[in-house]
């Protein structure tokens, strides 16, 4: 469905017409039949393009539920043109008044205390109340980064100076968003061979730029985008931001690497741990404009196995009401942060303080693509989080979604005696983590006609 529906619309009513007043030229007496028929072809056009205009995928009105999305124009699909300059040009999100609704249970979650991110949220869900039903601005790549001063953020944390310095940089760029975008793969869910088409499973997996040969040993296996159980496509990008300064510039090698495959994005931001939340908001900006009708995405890190085939014959079965929406992986229940200022996770008291919601593990989890939107747009009203896949729980959370479990999905790993057993991952959809070789190697044997399991 292109932009130029409605005047296809137009000139085929106009046709209509023409035709009619010929009829009605031709046979004076049946002015009333012609009259008739005429408003009858109105009314099914107008029933016609209304229905054109808002494809009910499933689960969309699931969500609506939760999120309302009230457009100033009708949501319709981001038009794709074949010429490549143009319809990059043209896939800018429309700014867009929305409706957002943040679930009771989110809201009682996070404690009212003096740490900096619970009183950041709660000052967030009241300027979403007192702004009464229009907020939200779905402006991906629009708005401004606006860093935390160093001196709000000493006056609000009387601890400030003693947190870890990549902390530091953390809360100062906490408010930034919607980051530019310097590698782009616009195409990546439109027009194939001139049909409309849309991908069942996109991979987004994280990367850093450095990891060229973890990216091609998936490449190679489980990433490598193909057609599934007679014509379910999977689709794959590499989240990226860019090297720290000191590091090798790695630009043109991304550029060529990026050229040659078709599946990097690339978003101008230090790639860090907790620069993590960021990436994935960049990535929910960026998958709702330009994939929001991939049935089901899956989100994970380079240094997993993953068992395409095992995921997808799981997701075909699902019924609609459950697939509309999915947010299923390894679940963390219960987690509190962690208080030990060496450990990756760190997250000090005067930050947070409360519990974590219950979340799916950030090594490989799959959620339902109609979710895409409705996250996009919560994510501008939950503070960013320095551990990505709590702050992911968190927006789930807010939706109203809790992730569920599948013991398919072994994040922490299987025993030790079954790692090189090609068997033994022939029903799991996940394990975490492999090597480039474990990865290349486990994928062999599973799919070798000498394997009997
Ligand atoms: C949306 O963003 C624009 C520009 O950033 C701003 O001028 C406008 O007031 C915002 N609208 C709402 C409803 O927040
Ligand atoms: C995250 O990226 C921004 C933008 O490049 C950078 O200023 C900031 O230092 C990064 N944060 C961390 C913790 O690496």
């Not at 990059?88 to 740490?115: D, G, H, M, Y």
Request: hydrophobic share 40%.
């Amino acid at each position: 469905m292109s932009e130029d529906a409605p005047s296809l619309f137009a000139s085929l009513y106009a046709q209509i017409c023409s035709v009619s007043a010929m009829v009605l030229r031709r046979f004076r007496r049946s002015k009333v039949v012609a009259t008739a028929s005429l408003t009858c072809a109105f009314v099914l056009i107008c029933i016609f393009s209304l229905r054109m205009e808002h494809p009910s995928t499933v689960g969309a009105t699931k969500a609506r539920a939760v999120v309302e999305v009230v457009t100033d124009s009708a949501p319709k699909v981001i038009p794709v043109t074949p010429n490549k300059k143009k319809s990059s040009r043209t896939a800018k999100p429309q700014p867009s008044l929305s409706r957002v609704v943040i679930t009771e249970s989110f809201r009682k979650a996070i404690p009212q205390n003096s740490a900096f991110w619970n009183r950041k949220q709660h000052a967030l869900l009241k300027q979403l109340d007192s702004a009464g039903i229009l907020l939200g601005n779905d402006t991906a790549g629009q708005s401004p980064c606006s860093a935390l001063s160093l001196e709000l953020l000493k006056t609000n944390i009387q601890d400030f100076s003693s947190y870890p310095p990549l902390y530091q940089d953390f809360l100062q760029g906490m408010d930034c968003r919607d980051p530019p975008i310097l590698i782009d793969q616009p195409e990546k869910c439109s027009l194939r061979d001139g049909a409309r088409w849309q991908p069942f499973l996109l991979l987004a997996i994280k990367s850093i730029p450095r990891n060229f040969e973890r990216r091609q040993a998936v490449r190679d296996t489980w990433g490598r985008e193909a057609s599934y159980e007679g014509g379910l496509q999977v689709r794959t990008v590499f989240l990226l931001g860019t090297s720290s300064p000191g590091d090798p510039n790695l630009g043109e090698l991304l550029r060529f690497e990026a050229q040659h495959f078709g599946d990097l994005l690339q978003w101008d931001f230090r790639d860090s741990f907790y620069n993590l939340t960021l990436k994935e908001n960049a990535f929910l900006g960026w998958a709702s404009n330009r994939c929001p009708h991939a049935a089901f995405i899956f989100k994970g890190d380079d240094d997993v196995f993953m068992n395409p085939k095992a995921m997808i014959q799981y997701l075909r079965s699902l019924d609609p009401v459950k697939a509309s929406k999915l947010y299923m992986g390894q679940v963390v229940a219960q987690a509190t942060p962690f208080r030990d200022s060496k450990s990756k996770y760190y997250v000090p008291h005067t930050f947070y303080d409360g519990p974590y919601p219950t979340y799916a593990g950030g090594g490989g989890f799959v959620f339902s693509g109609s979710l895409l939107r409705p996250l996009h747009l919560l994510s501008h009203h939950i503070a960013s989080f320095p551990i990505d896949d709590v702050y992911t729980g968190m927006c789930f959370q807010a939706l109203g979604i809790a992730p569920e479990g599948h013991p398919g999905f072994q994040t922490f790993d299987i025993r030790e005696l079954d790692r090189e057993n090609a068997c033994a991952h022939k029903g799991l959809f996940l394990v975490h983590q492999r090597t480039p070789q474990q990865v290349i190697q486990l994928w062999k044997h599973m799919h070798s006609p000498l394997l009997t399991c």
